[in-house]
């Protein structure tokens, strides 16, 4: 009896475990030096989610719009549009500035001016998917999309 009380015990222990570390997210880059990286994708994606962010507008300004607004579909669209915003300065944040844009240290070479430039792109990228997130204004999905675009040249060299 004892040994199947034991065997359900370890049993039960797995299963709790098992369950409790497959509730976490998972993320695609775990910060640890795999050489997997898609670049090119990662740019693709933002520009996906800039276009979301602002489908997800142009529904809540019409929806707004209307004699009787449906407001649980404009929560839904705010919340999508945050959703990708959030998105956006995830990949800024914990896949170019973490992983990919490497610290220069000599300063006023063409190298440490190029990182400084890319730098100051990605905070700036940063800042408007906030500013996305905040507003409807359409103003900041164009800033976004021409942010993401100066930055694939200044990082990619095209």
Known sequence: MRKNGRLFAVGFAMTLIWVTLSALPAFSHCEIPCGIYGDEMRFAMMKEDIATIEKSMNQVIELSKEAKPNYNQIVRWVQNKEHHADKIRDVA???FMAQRV????SKGSAESDAYVNQLKLLHEMIVYSMKCKQTTDLAHVEKLKQLVDRFEKAYLGN
């Open 93 to 95: 944040t914990q896949y």
């Open 102 to 105: 490497k610290p220069i240290s």
